[in-house]
């Protein structure tokens, strides 16, 4: 809307500027819900909207903008279990619109499936699943309901595939695009191979598909996070960055997955699921 109505260089710089406003604002409002103390969630803002993965990808825009919903689609989701309304539920559905207009399946195709976890993880959660199972098939549904308001944008990509040039990777091809297990060390020292902006980074493949630095202090507080499990959300969350980072390594069995055709994640770039990380 804003690149109709003013020049494009002005909104350019604003559409840029937006991705770590709105997804630090969104991770704070998401912490927050889950009582979290205001020092914390500006922080966890902070962290998710400065990560590695947010930062070096945010010139290109449509990464961010596909992904920055995330938060605030968990906020809707833990809302409407906890407090339903119809209101919420609308504006669920407006949210994911948006992760799809904003161009990235990929990413949109994660907030989805990490999306759905969370909803999982509520309802086994539930003493009274039978009588809460209701909510919870709502909350499916609007799931669905953007993948028809957004059709007008889905179908001419899902044709424009079938011509595309770009095919699944094959097993050998997949080590470039995926993290050798000795880049571990890049989550406590991201430039510990180099950097392209010094022009010394030495690895094979790019720098900005390993990013996974979120700085070391905030690593710290994970582990002791972890450690501590007040909460049943450390647990969730905790299991979710460690699977994600796991499915990015260059090992055999995440190679295997990759090399099996699956539509978006064999021809989509695997390490990208950091973004859940």
């Given at each position: 809307?804003?690149?109709?109505?003013?020049?494009?260089?002005t909104?350019?710089?604003?559409?840029?500027?937006?991705?770590?406003?709105?997804?630090?604002?969104?991770?704070?409002?998401?912490?927050?819900?889950?009582?979290?103390t205001?020092?914390?969630?500006?922080?966890?803002g902070?962290?998710?909207?400065?990560?590695?993965?947010?930062?070096?990808?945010?010139?290109?825009?449509?990464?961010?903008?596909?992904?920055?919903?995330?938060?605030?689609?968990?906020?809707?989701?833990?809302?409407?279990?906890?407090?339903?309304?119809?209101?919420?539920?609308?504006?669920l559905?407006?949210?994911?619109?948006?992760?799809?207009?904003?161009?990235?399946?990929?990413l949109?195709m994660?907030?989805?499936?990490?999306?759905?976890?969370?909803?999982?993880?509520?309802?086994?959660?539930?003493?009274?699943?039978?009588?809460?199972?209701?909510?919870?098939?709502?909350?499916?549904?609007?799931?669905?309901?953007?993948?028809?308001?957004?059709?007008?944008?889905?179908?001419?990509?899902?044709?424009?595939?079938?011509?595309?040039?770009?095919?699944?990777y094959?097993?050998?091809?997949?080590?470039?695009?995926?993290?050798?297990?000795?880049?571990?060390?890049?989550?406590?020292?991201?430039?510990?191979?180099g950097?392209?902006?010094?022009?010394?980074?030495?690895?094979p493949?790019?720098?900005?598909?390993?990013?996974?630095?979120?700085?070391?202090?905030?690593?710290v507080f994970?582990?002791?996070?972890w450690?501590?499990?007040?909460?049943?959300?450390?647990?969730?969350?905790?299991?979710?960055?460690?699977?994600?980072?796991?499915?990015?390594?260059?090992?055999?069995?995440v190679?295997?997955?990759?090399?099996?055709?699956?539509?978006?994640l064999?021809?989509g770039?695997?390490?990208?699921?950091?973004?859940?990380?």
């Open positions: 809307i804003l690149f109709i109505i003013a020049p494009f260089l909104v350019w710089s604003a559409y840029i500027l937006l991705i770590p406003i709105l997804s630090g604002f969104f991770t704070y409002l998401f912490l927050k819900e889950i009582k979290l205001k020092f914390a969630s500006f922080f966890g902070f962290i998710f909207s400065f990560s590695a993965f947010m930062v070096v990808w945010m010139e290109y825009g449509n990464l961010g903008h596909t992904f920055l919903w995330m938060p605030l689609v968990l906020l809707l989701v833990r809302r409407f279990i906890y407090n339903q309304g119809l209101v919420k539920l609308l504006f559905i407006f949210v994911l619109c948006l992760s799809i207009f904003a161009g990235y399946i990929q949109t994660y907030v989805y499936i990490f999306a759905l976890c969370f909803v999982f993880f509520h309802f086994l959660r539930e003493d009274k699943k039978r009588e809460r199972l209701k909510t919870y098939l709502l909350l499916i549904a609007s799931f669905i309901v953007p993948l028809f308001l957004s059709a007008v944008q889905l179908l001419p990509t899902f044709e424009l595939l079938q011509y595309s040039a770009r095919t699944s094959t097993f050998d091809q997949l080590s470039q695009y995926l993290i050798p297990v000795k880049s571990l060390i890049t989550v406590f020292v991201p430039d510990f191979f950097n392209p902006a010094s022009r010394n980074y030495w690895l493949g790019t720098y900005i598909e390993r990013a996974s630095y979120i700085g070391v202090l905030p690593t994970v582990f002791f996070a450690y501590k499990r007040k909460s049943p959300y450390a647990i969730f969350f905790g299991a979710a960055a460690l699977i994600s980072y796991l499915s990015a390594l260059d090992i055999y069995s190679k295997l997955a990759h090399s099996l055709g699956i539509p978006f064999s021809t770039v695997p390490s990208r699921i950091l973004s859940i990380y």
